[in-house]
């Protein structure tokens, strides 16, 4: 696999992630770069492309006026030799319906898309400066679920950021609980140097109250994550090869990135190139991983 960085910079001044002085403004690189790097990296072996940027779904609007990540992936899709295409850093504001439907549309696209949230509660979410409330984040989600069919879905949230009261984060935990991602990571807030935040608010929760928090998101998550893995078991996959194991081999699915998401241990006696693709069947799982047999 390989990492496609389509875009440098971020035009973004959210609370926490925002640093202008230090990433600049957005840049996208043009499509017919990203192409012959990508066709490039095809004719050295890739298989599997993941698209990258600070907002991937910000790409295209300095140079083409207008946001084009859809009309991007179906070029890259019509690359020879690229099988997966994983997109990556999605923000959820003005999300936009031609990249839903090219999801949905073309094989190559990984049903699986990494989508920072970091909040629910209003308050928060206003204070961020996320450029997007509660009810249009729940309404994005539902619309994914329902116009993408088993697509796998990785948030970040970020928990003790200035004026988060418990209030709010009870907010977040239901939501947690009721949105049932199928991957999740959360991080404890702290000042990052030129950031909105760091320069217009006070830093005001414990430290011992963020890492209670994080404990708490966490111990929801790891719930649901055994939950999804065990309702895998006895499903056949696609898998890519990534390395060799004891007694096997280490893959995934198209549902989980490399080095943060669910590996699976391939059990099989017999030779597996890397980057290869092979059919599996799942037979166990816990929280994190899951065990799966080779098919023909």
């Known amino acids: 696999y390989a990492y496609l960085k389509i875009a440098e910079g971020c035009d973004r001044r959210c609370g926490y992630c925002a640093i202008p002085l230090i990433r600049g403004q957005h840049r996208s690189v043009p499509i017919e770069t990203i192409v012959a790097e990508a066709e490039a990296l095809a004719a050295s072996g890739v298989r599997e492309l993941m698209v990258i940027a600070q907002d991937t779904t910000y790409y295209g609007i300095d140079i083409y006026g207008k946001r084009t990540l859809a ?90 950021y200035p004026g988060e009261t418990e209030e709010d984060f009870k907010q977040l935990e239901d939501f947690v609980r009721e949105a049932r991602f199928e991957r999740l990571g959360v991080f404890t807030y702290s000042e990052e140097e030129g950031t909105y935040s760091a320069l217009e608010l006070k830093d005001d929760v414990p430290q011992h109250v963020k890492e209670a928090r994080a404990d708490r998101i966490m111990q929801i998550q790891s719930r649901i994550s055994l939950e999804y893995n065990t309702s895998r078991i006895g499903s056949t996959e696609r898998v890519i090869i990534d390395s060799s194991a004891e007694g096997g081999y280490i893959a995934r699915s198209q549902y989980d990135s490399p080095e943060v998401d669910t590996e699976i241990l391939v059990t099989t006696d017999k030779r597996l190139a890397r980057g290869s693709f092979h059919n599996v069947r799942i037979t166990s799982a816990d929280e994190y991983d899951l065990t799966a047999e080779l098919i023909g």
Do not use: N
């Open 71 to 160: 009309q991007l992936l179906r070029r890259l899709c019509r690359i020879e030799g690229i099988q997966w295409i994983r997109l990556h850093y999605a923000y959820p504001a003005q999300f936009p319906q031609d990249v839903i439907d090219v999801m949905r549309e073309e094989p190559k696209i990984c049903k699986y898309l990494d989508i920072p949230l970091q909040h629910i509660s209003d308050s928060q979410l206003k204070s961020m400066k996320r450029s997007i409330d509660r009810k249009g984040t729940e309404a994005l989600i539902g619309r994914l679920r329902q116009q993408i069919p088993g697509l796998a879905i990785r948030t970040t949230m970020l928990v003790g």
